[in-house]
Every structure is written in structure tokens, then in C-alpha cells.
């Protein structure tokens, strides 16, 4: 769906940079997520916010700061990058409550060494 | 917290036959499950969703069928297809949207 955007698509970095991914909506959705997918582990959820200005943690959310200042803004920042990072991060919005369906970015690869 | 096993990891059959992809949730508060569809390089797709006070919902060749009971939910696909060849993630939710670990699915033809 073109309405929610991530960037950059790839992105290497180095042990101990900060990093930001970026994800902007268009479509003024409540619920924003970040997702991390790693072979075997499916997608797991980083961080959530259910409004601008409200974030709460998801199930791995060591390592990683987000904010969300605006309802279609939604940054993910790895403050201090490991390579236990290297990850596809997914950027998923939702309109109305978490059981309405999410809706995907198209991933950033990240790539620590 | 909710925890979500999928089974198999990957899964092979023959163009034409039926596929079938299962997942088990630990949480009985958990009162939504969506199925995800991801192409190689591409981003997670919802394919079809099902609800607690549902036991099965179908969309052409897809159906889905929860067992609130054993806690378990499942995903059919009939009459597979060479471009059904994707990474399916089965989901549940109580407070948050817990996704399984994932099946590959390869169709021959």
C-alpha cells in the first residue's frame, strides 16, 4: 500500500552508530508499530504507539528509542547500533483498534558490521 | 504473554493439491487472528482474518477455522497455485499482536 512509506530501503552501518528509520503514513491510522522479522522468528513487535505521543514497549525493545511527535511520523532510532540488529524492519499502521488489519511498509534492510 | 507456535516450517505440495498450515496460541483471552501472505522481498499482505465468535470464514480458496477449545486456528488453501509460493505467518491477539515464527510454502508444478 503506498500509503505508508519507510526509508532508507537498506542501510548499512557500523557497531556503536545511531541510526533512524523512518515511517510516514498518509492515511492519519491511530496505530502505528514497528516490527523486526529474523529467519525463524517471524515478526516481532519492537515498539507501539497508539497516538501521537503515546508509545508503549513491545517484546523486544532493548536497544531501540522511538517517538512520535506527529500522528504520521512514526521514527524508530538505534541509539548505540549491535549487530544483533542486523534485521528487515517493518513499519505497520492501523486505523481504528489492534484487531482492524495492519498495513505494511515495504522493510528496511538493515545491516550492522 | 501470548505466545504463537506454527507448524510446519515449511510445507511442499503439488500444484492442485490443498495446503494446510496450523498455529497454536497460549492466550484464551486472545479474540482476533489474522493470516499474513509475504512474497520473497516483498511486505506482509493480509490474506484473510477471523474473529473469536467465528469457527471458520472463507474467501474463494482460502479458509480459516478457529478452535476456541484447543486453542488452535488453521489455514486451507485449495487448489494450490505456482504464485500461492510464500512465507505465511498466522497471528493472535489479546492485549497485543503476537505473529508465529512462519511457513514457507512451495508449490511445484
Known amino acids: 500500500d503506498a500509503g505508508i512509506t519507510q526509508s532508507p530501503r537498506y542501510k548499512i552501518t557500523e557497531t556503536g552508530r545511531q541510526v533512524t528509520l523512518m515511517c510516514h503514513q498518509t492515511?492519519?491510522?491511530?496505530?502505528m508499530f514497528w516490527y523486526r522479522q529474523d529467519l525463524g522468528h517471524g515478526l516481532r513487535l519492537i515498539y507501539y504507539?497508539?497516538?501521537?505521543?503515546?508509545?508503549d514497549k513491545g517484546e523486544v525493545p532493548d536497544g531501540y528509542v522511538v517517538s512520535r511527535s506527529k500522528t504520521e511520523n512514526f521514527p524508530l532510532t538505534l541509539e548505540s547500533a549491535t549487530r544483533s540488529q542486523t534485521s528487515v524492519y517493518f513499519c505497520?499502521?492501523?486505523?481504528?483498534?489492534?484487531?482492524?488489519?495492519?498495513?505494511f511498509g515495504n522493510g528496511t534492510r538493515l545491516t550492522v558490521t | 504473554g501470548e505466545n504463537v507456535e506454527q507448524h510446519p516450517s515449511t510445507l511442499s505440495v503439488q500444484e492442485g493439491d490443498s495446503a494446510v498450515i496450523k498455529c497454536t496460541y497460549s492466550d484464551s483471552a486472545s479474540n482476533y487472528f489474522p493470516w499474513y501472505k509475504q512474497e520473497l522481498g516483498k511486505r506482509p499482505q493480509l490474506i484473510i482474518d477471523?474473529?473469536?465468535?467465528?469457527g471458520e470464514k472463507k474467501d474463494q480458496r482460502i479458509a480459516v477455522t478457529l478452535n476456541k477449545t484447543a486453542k488452535h486456528f488453521s489455514l486451507h488453501i485449495t487448489e494450490t497455485q505456482p504464485e500461492d509460493s510464500a512465507v505465511y505467518f498466522c497471528a493472535a491477539r489479546s492485549d497485543k499482536l503476537v505473529f508465529g515464527a512462519g511457513t514457507i510454502l512451495r508449490v511445484k508444478s
Open positions: 504507539s497508539a497516538a501521537a505521543d503515546i508509545t
Open positions: 477471523i474473529r473469536s465468535n467465528v
Open positions: 492515511w492519519s491510522h491511530s496505530y
Open positions: 505497520a499502521s492501523t486505523y481504528s483498534s489492534y484487531n482492524s488489519p495492519l498495513h
